[in-house]
């Protein structure tokens, strides 16, 4: 089993940034991946990127691409997701999630934090 914390979540205003961190623990050597999701109140769970452990490699939701940037601490476990140039519509709860291979639809992902909510004010 792999466990997910998500910690930083809060409430920017628009223009702002904000950063958030994920931090693993348990039996990662299992996970490949890290990847980073957002749901809205009535909306469905979204894309937002993922980040392999190894080389570190990105990938971004194009609403995101050129504002937010993924990175990660292989000693320290922890994966981050550097939000800037915030939106009202990035309001959210973001989820951190890892899986053994890269998907842009949550169901492919094996493990979930608990979510950390991000409420940016116009």
């Known amino acids: 089993q792999v466990q997910l914390v998500e910690s930083g979540g809060g409430e920017p205003q628009a223009g702002g940034s904000l950063r958030l961190s994920c931090a693993a623990s348990g039996r990662t050597f299992t996970t490949t991946y890290m990847g980073w999701f957002r749901q809205a109140p009535g909306k469905e769970r979204e894309f937002v990127g993922t980040i392999s452990w190894s080389a570190g490699t990105t990938n971004y939701a194009d609403s995101v691409k050129g504002r937010f940037t993924i990175s990660r601490d292989r000693a320290k476990n922890t994966v981050y997701l550097q939000m800037n140039t915030l939106k009202p519509e990035d309001t959210a709860v973001y989820y951190c999630?890892?899986?053994?291979?890269?998907?842009?639809?949550?169901?492919?992902?094996?493990?979930w934090g608990q979510g950390t909510q991000v409420t940016v004010s116009s």
């Open positions: 999630a890892a899986s053994t291979s890269v998907s842009v639809s949550p169901r492919n992902w094996n493990y």
